[in-house]
């Protein structure tokens, strides 16, 4: 979505920012996040949820590593398996896909975040869809508009089957044009806790920004915006049925409201969804597909999480 141009500046070339700052890393204390493109080592503290209900690989629990401060993260690497999600490049001209780029970031926050003593529950640890696809899912190996919707639902689901206290949906923004720059961070307004929607919105725009522009890379602020600048774009309303219903909707089916006859399965915390960068700016793609920029991503997630679920202060709760 082109939601911002680019202001002209000169910038240097990602790999030599990736490269200064990777090897500033092993004084800095970074080391455990920029790892965080390797799936998490299997434990036993890892729990399924609903398996049946969900694709191998997907909605999984992870126990704290240090502590236990008895809350629940919920984490969605955005797209997956069938669903590639936007398509953009690097400055050496690889092309990269929107699910491979979220899904170690996902990792790597919840790798911090259990280190801070937070059970994290990911929508996925592999290239794998959400849910179960079935028959009305795919064709010819595409998602259907039907899959599409399942898919994002099946999150939903999983975050409330977790009861966790916090969703962050990562995903990376795609634009008609490689000038097309920014991060941006949007949450819902319908919903009964859209104040603290707006709040974690904030923290994580403020705080991801803040890291990866500390790397020197002076990505564009796009603002903490409502999903309903965001919402469904797919589809035709005069056609009906599912496709009507999803372009009228309006909202990120990640945080939106129900819809009678569309959407039965809210997630039911305060959430937001943030889209870093632009995979089609080829400087931004060359930081998201590095581990470097996918750990400062995941590092500010996670500091932005624990932020907002610090215990309020017990002379203040009453006013919470």
């Known amino acids: 979505m082109p939601l911002g141009v680019r202001p002209v500046r000169v910038r240097p070339r990602i790999v030599a920012v990736v490269l200064a700052a990777a090897l500033a890393l092993c004084s800095c204390g970074l080391g455990a996040a920029s790892h965080s493109a390797r799936p998490p080592a299997r434990r036993r503290s890892e729990t399924a949820l609903n398996p049946s209900a969900f694709a191998p690989g997907a909605c999984e629990a992870f126990a704290p590593t240090k502590g236990d401060r008895h809350e629940t993260v919920f984490l969605d690497a955005g797209h997956g398996g069938i669903d590639p999600g936007g398509v953009g490049t690097t400055e050496d001209g690889q092309t990269i896909d929107e699910a491979d780029e979220t899904l170690p970031v996902e990792l790597g926050a919840m790798a911090l975040l259990r280190a801070k003593?937070?059970?994290?529950?990911?929508?996925?640890?592999?290239?794998?869809?959400?849910?179960?696809?079935?028959?009305?899912?795919?064709?010819?190996?595409?998602?259907?508009?039907?899959?599409s919707h399942d898919d994002v639902a099946a999150r939903d689901v999983c975050a409330n089957d977790a009861e966790a206290r916090a969703l962050v949906g990562i995903y990376f923004d795609a634009g008609s044009s490689p000038q097309d720059a920014g991060?941006?961070?949007?949450?819902?307004?319908?919903?009964?806790?859209?104040?603290?929607?707006?709040?974690?919105?904030?923290?994580?725009?403020?705080?991801?920004?803040?890291?990866?522009?500390?790397?020197?890379?002076?990505?564009?602020?796009?603002?903490?915006?409502?999903?309903?600048?965001?919402?469904?774009?797919?589809?035709?309303?005069?056609?009906?049925?599912?496709?009507?219903?999803?372009?009228?909707?309006?909202?990120?089916?990640?945080?939106?409201?129900?819809?009678?006859?569309?959407?039965?399965t809210p997630s039911q915390m305060p959430g937001a969804v943030i889209e870093p960068l632009y995979l089609t700016d080829p400087f931004e793609g060359s930081i998201a597909n590095s581990p470097l920029g996918q750990s400062v991503v995941a590092r500010g997630i996670a500091r932005a999480v624990e932020t907002y679920l610090a215990p309020t202060p017990r002379t203040h709760a009453k006013h919470t």
């Open 117 to 147: 003593g937070f059970r994290v529950v990911v929508s996925r640890t592999m290239n794998t869809t959400v849910v179960r696809l079935t028959a009305a899912d795919e064709s010819g190996g595409v998602l259907t508009l039907q899959g």
């Open 183 to 264: 991060s941006l961070t949007a949450y819902d307004t319908a919903r009964p806790f859209s104040s603290r929607n707006l709040a974690l919105a904030t923290l994580v725009q403020t705080d991801v920004l803040a890291g990866m522009n500390a790397q020197g890379w002076g990505i564009p602020n796009d603002g903490v915006l409502p999903d309903t600048t965001l919402g469904s774009y797919v589809g035709e309303p005069s056609s009906g049925g599912i496709a009507g219903d999803a372009a009228s909707y309006n909202h990120l089916l990640l945080l939106g409201p129900a819809l009678a006859g569309f959407f039965t």
